[in-house]
Every structure is written in C-alpha cells, then in structure tokens.
C-alpha cells in the first residue's frame, strides 16, 4: 500500500440523493471517494473514476471496521468522513413498532457513531480529519409524525458538539449540516400542493437540491477553523 496524496474521503449512503451528489462534487474537485452503500446499488456511469464502491450495511459496527479498513489499506489515511446514510418513516407517534423504531435508530444514529468511531482511530494517529454528519431541520425543531427521526437528527448534533470537544486537540473537527425540505426520494411523498404550502413558508421560495448541500460540504471541509458547528441549509425556513 502507498499513501495516495489526493484527499480521501467516506459517504455513507452514496448512491442517491443528497449523498449521490456529495460523493459526485468531492471526486470532481480531486477527493477520492468511498461511496458506501447498502441496497441501492450506483450506477458506475453516474461517477468518475475517483469513485471507489463499498457494500456495508453501516448500522452495523463490523461493517463500519470493513469499511474503514479498506480505505487505509488501500489508500493509507482518511481525511473526511461524511455521515449521510439515513432513513425515515412518517406515521403517528403511537403506531410506530418496535422493529420500526430500532432500524431508523439504528440507520440514523449508530451509523453515524459506528463510523465516527472507526475514523477517529486512524484520524487521531495523523493528527488531522474531518468529520461531518448529514443532520436534518427536525433534529433541531422536531416534527409531527416523525418523532424517531427527529429524535436521531438531535442525537447526531449532539454527537458532533461532544466529538467536537474531544477530537479538536487531535486536529479533527466535527460539524452536522442540517438541511431543511430537499428534493430527494425521502420526500417523494409530498403532494404538489403540499409542496406550495411550504414554499410559501421559506422566505426563498423555493425547495433545495442536493447539490446545495454537497456545495456547502465541500465549502466547510475546506475551511480549516470551523468545529463542533450545526450549520442550517434551508433558505430561510427556520430562522
């Protein structure tokens, strides 16, 4: 193995949406890119050739070993981490069921820790790394029918303020983005007309892309002084 010195990154839940268009913005500016994936399998044609394909079920600490495993020996460090795998289920608080609960948990917060703490091993070793977690607006205003969801999303920016303190000696820095309503497969659901009404609530006008958000990904991993940060992306919606 021979330490590559292009910049080496992990995404989580890389092969759509807000993840797909994280790992296709870091691999056009040099970064070589771990896409993670579980069920939806990426279309090679989608990426460059600085993407590199993972299958890892990262609710799972094992897999998250495997995963970083990889990277080093392959690559021989890792510079970012971005915690985006997620999932959700929209329902009443009431009807939620056990095994509902413990996969969005699982998905959503163990993933996120699993990974951070399988990173922080060799991040701390070369004194340097990046850590960002995928949060959400609910995990900071909460949401009707969407309790474990935003449950998980307020656990992940408490997990990046915390880590944030306790990695920053180690020249590590810890941030969530929290994107507000983004056009993605999580939001399919939502009628045209419910898609008015919350336009008409953002002082923008207007739902993100997750090009927004791979944009503000890479602005912050190139900023060296920003840590332990829950940075709002949602045109205004939550001021």
């Not at 607006?137 to 998980?152: K, N």
């Not at 892309?209 to 045109?235: E, F, H, M, R, W």
Request: aromatic share 8%; net charge negative.
């Amino acid at each position: 193995m021979e330490k590559s010195d292009k910049k080496i990154a992990i995404v989580t839940g890389g092969a759509k949406g807000i993840g797909k268009a994280i790992v296709q913005l870091l691999s056009k500016n040099g970064y070589i890119v771990i896409l993670d994936y579980r069920h939806t399998v990426p279309k090679k044609e989608d990426f460059n050739e600085n993407v590199d394909l993972f299958q890892a079920d990262v609710s799972v600490n094992n897999n998250c070993l495997k995963v970083v495993d990889h990277a080093i020996g392959k690559y021989g460090h890792i510079d970012l981490l971005v915690n985006n795998a997620g999932v959700d289920e929209i329902k009443p608080f009431t009807d939620y069921t056990d095994d509902e609960f413990d996969y969005i948990v699982k998905n959503n917060l163990y993933s996120a820790f699993f990974m951070s703490r399988a990173v922080a091993k060799p991040m701390i070793s070369q004194k340097s790394g990046h850590i960002i977690n995928i949060s959400s607006i609910w995990g900071i205003t909460g949401a009707s029918c969407e309790v474990p969801y935003s449950m998980t999303k307020a656990a992940i920016d408490g997990l990046t303020k915390s880590l944030a303190k306790e990695l920053g000696p180690s020249n590590i820095r810890v941030n969530s983005i929290a994107p507000g309503i983004i056009n993605t497969d999580m939001n399919k659901d939502l009628s045209d007309d419910d898609l008015v009404s919350i336009k008409n609530e953002i002082p923008l006008e207007k739902i993100g892309s997750p090009k927004d958000v791979a944009n503000l990904v890479l602005a912050i991993d190139k900023n060296n002084y920003i840590t332990g940060q829950v940075i709002q992306i949602n045109g205004g919606w939550y001021i």
